[in-house]
C-alpha cells in the first residue's frame, strides 16, 4: 500500500490550476508518481522543507553543466586559434569583420543561455519524511473507511434476534 517516494514535477495549464496541497492558493505545478499526485505551489517544491531534489540527478545534472561548460571552453579555444592564424594572414578590414561575426555568436549564446536556464530547474524530487507520511496516512484512512462502508453494508455483520425457547 504504501507509495513511492519520488514524485516528478509537471505543469499544467493557468486555466486547470487546483489548489495547492498546503497552503490552498491557486497552483499550476503538479508533483506526480505513476498512481497519485499532489497538487503545489511551485515554490513550495522547490522548497527544502517540503521536497528536496534526488541527489543523484542534481549530481547528474551538475555533470551535464560542466561538459558543456567545457566543450564551449574548447570551441572558444579553437577559434582563438583559428583567429590567430586568420588574424596573421589577412588585413585589418578582415580581422574587424571576424570580430563583428564573433560578438554575433557570444550575443546568440548569451540568448540561448538565458532562455535554457529557466527549463532547467530540477523536476524530480523526495517529498521531506512528514510530508509522506501525511500522504500515507491520508490514503490508509481513506482505505479504512472503504473497508467500514462495504462492512456496515453487509447485513452479517449486525447480531440477529435469538429465536428458540426457553
Known amino acids: 500500500?504504501?507509495?513511492?517516494?519520488?514524485?516528478?514535477l509537471r505543469r499544467v495549464a493557468?486555466?486547470?490550476?487546483?489548489?495547492?496541497?498546503?497552503?490552498?492558493?491557486p497552483s499550476s505545478s503538479v508533483l506526480i508518481t505513476p498512481d497519485n499526485r499532489i497538487q503545489a505551489v511551485a515554490a513550495?517544491?522547490?522548497?527544502?522543507?517540503?521536497?528536496?531534489?534526488?541527489?543523484?540527478?542534481?549530481?547528474?545534472?551538475?555533470?551535464?553543466?560542466?561538459?558543456k561548460k567545457n566543450k564551449d571552453a574548447e570551441k572558444e579555444k579553437e577559434k582563438k586559434n583559428d583567429d590567430n592564424k586568420d588574424k596573421e594572414k589577412d588585413d585589418?578590414?578582415?580581422t574587424k569583420k571576424g570580430d563583428e561575426e564573433d560578438k554575433k555568436m557570444q550575443k546568440e549564446r548569451d540568448d540561448k543561455k538565458s532562455t535554457t536556464s529557466s527549463d532547467d530547474s530540477p523536476r524530480v524530487f523526495a517529498l521531506h519524511k512528514n510530508f509522506y507520511q501525511?500522504?500515507?496516512?491520508?490514503?490508509r484512512n481513506a482505505e479504512m473507511a472503504r473497508r467500514n462502508r462495504q462492512r456496515l453494508q453487509d447485513p452479517s455483520l449486525f447480531p440477529s434476534v435469538p429465536t428458540g425457547g426457553l
Do not use: F, G, L, P
Open 1 to 8: 500500500m504504501s507509495i513511492q517516494n519520488i514524485w516528478h
Open 14 to 25: 493557468d486555466t486547470a490550476a487546483k489548489a495547492c496541497y498546503i497552503c490552498y492558493k
Open 44 to 67: 513550495k517544491a522547490k522548497d527544502e522543507a517540503m521536497a528536496r531534489e534526488i541527489e543523484k540527478v542534481k549530481k547528474e545534472y551538475e555533470e551535464k553543466q560542466q561538459r
Open 92 to 94: 585589418k578590414s578582415a
Open 134 to 139: 501525511m500522504r500515507i496516512d491520508r490514503m
